[in-house]
């Protein structure tokens, strides 16, 4: 079976399965931040006692600062169910393509930076109820921060060598054809009229 063909069974797969965790981190976050209790990890960075009760509004605002970095999940994951429906239609080395690429790339370096700035400041709002001297701060930087900001800039790398690799073959005289080969069930007119516009110049045959 060749890539490609092994590409366009599958990404229809994953696109559902990108699909499926963003309602996951909607439902999450929304849960947290309505009937959530402070985790056990930043109720003891903030040195807040077992038993101790916290304003709901306390509660809220962590919980809410806690979920930024799955806001930047969630812009990840459209990302990537934007590219696989792309994948899914044989479109596989496109200026499109390399733009969703980048956009997941930037979208990992932004949960990175916010992972890192959301724990310390939950444990402050946490620790804010103690009493003068034992408020909080507490900074880290760990080796999932460290992975997210490699796999980041790696993705963001491969996205701007694929839109050079258009750019050079076009320059050097190569032909680049482009497929519409649009599938309503996958892609619709909408998300469809915007990606083909910012990339018509692109291709030199288009396939309609």
């Given amino acids: 079976m060749s890539a490609s063909v092994s590409i366009r069974r599958w990404a229809p797969v994953f696109n559902v399965l990108s699909i499926i965790a963003i309602v996951v981190i909607v439902s999450a976050v929304a849960f947290g931040a309505l009937f959530g209790d402070l985790p056990p990890d930043i109720r003891t960075a903030a040195g ?7 304003a709901r509004s306390t509660l809220i605002a962590v919980a809410l600062i806690g979920a930024l970095p ?3 999940m969630g812009y990840v994951l459209v990302q990537m169910s934007a590219l696989f429906r792309s994948y899914a239609m044989g479109d596989t080395l496109t200026p499109g ?15 990175a930076v916010l992972g890192f700035v959301a724990r310390p400041v939950q444990i402050v709002l946490a620790s804010l109820g103690n009493p003068p001297g034992e408020r909080v701060l507490a900074v880290g930087f ?16 491969i996205g701007w060598a694929m839109a050079d690799a258009v750019r050079a073959a076009q320059e ?3 032909l680049v054809s482009y497929d519409l080969n649009h599938r309503p069930a996958l ?17 030199d045959i288009v396939f309609a």
């Avoid at 009229?193 to 692109?202: F, I, P, R, Y």
């Fill in 187 to 203: 892609w619709s007119v909408d998300d469809a009229v915007k990606t083909l516009t910012s990339m018509d110049k692109a291709p």
């Fill in 142 to 157: 760990g080796s999932m921060e460290l992975g997210l900001v490699l796999a980041g800039g790696l993705l963001l790398t």
């Fill in 70 to 72: 799955a806001v930047a």
């Fill in 172 to 174: 050097s005289g190569t």
């Fill in 48 to 54: 807040v006692a077992p038993d101790a009760g916290l």
């Fill in 97 to 111: 393509c390399a733009r969703h690429i980048r956009a997941i790339g930037v979208g990992l370096l932004v949960m």
